[in-house]
């Protein structure tokens, strides 16, 4: 089930106490945003910013693999032994900047 996100909004005049944002911040997993003029920034907890962009990261994986079974149901794919082959290739001839 998806985590609940409740954000908490700051005018930008109101951002003054950063040892108060980054403790705050650390008691929750809510985003705090900035506004001004529109939401200018938004604050995450680095712990929730990393497990979010490992999310993000698992997604785009997710994407990737999808789009390679629909290239391979096209007939674009390529052996596996023949990938391989160019990938030894490569190692043997890899000369380190």
């Known amino acids: 089930m998806a985590d609940k996100v409740i954000a908490q909004t700051l005018v930008t005049r109101e951002v003054h106490d950063l040892d108060g944002l980054l403790n ?38 997710l994407l990737a693999m999808r789009e390679a079974e629909a290239e391979y149901r096209a007939g674009e794919g390529r052996p596996l032994d023949e990938i391989l082959a160019e990938l ?10």
């Open 24 to 61: 705050l911040l650390a008691e929750s997993d809510r985003p705090i945003y900035v506004s001004g003029d529109g939401v200018r920034g938004v604050l995450l907890h680095y712990q929730t910013y990393q497990k979010w962009q490992e999310r993000l990261e698992d997604l785009e994986d």
């Open 88 to 97: 030894e290739v490569e190692e043997t001839t890899y000369v380190p900047g």
